[in-house]
């Protein structure tokens, strides 16, 4: 079991930024893979962005690449996205997610909100 504490969602105006932040937590379960999917109203869960936490292999979904970095702390298994230019089809709830590779099942946390309006 993975444990999740995140932050750094909120309300920002069309061009702005947000830092999310994720730290995760096990009992036993190995972590391999961090990153962030977001789910928009009235679609499905979409790929934001993935870190490798052994390595520095990232990947991104392409509708933020150019536009947001995921980096990670690998003392805390912490990851961070930072999002610029933000825009308001990046409205959704964003969740942060551990696996232990890449492609394999995930743990999920309990998604934060982000809200690009004026």
């Known amino acids: 079991q993975v444990q999740f504490v995140e932050s750094g969602g909120g309300l920002v105006q069309p061009g702005g930024s947000l830092r999310l932040s994720c730290e995760a937590s096990t009992s036993g379960d190995v972590i391999g893979v961090m990153g962030w999917y977001r789910q928009r109203p009235g679609k499905l869960r979409e790929f934001v962005a993935g870190?490798?936490?052994?390595?520095?292999?990232?990947n991104y979904g392409s509708s933020v690449k150019g536009r947001f970095t995921i980096s990670k702390n690998n003392a805390k298994t912490t990851v961070y996205l930072q999002m610029i230019s933000l825009r308001s089809e990046d409205t959704a709830v964003y969740f942060c997610y551990a696996s232990k590779d890449w492609g394999e099942s995930k743990f999920w946390g309990q998604g934060a909100q982000v809200t690009v309006s004026s």
């Open positions: 870190i490798s936490l052994s390595g520095s292999s990232t």
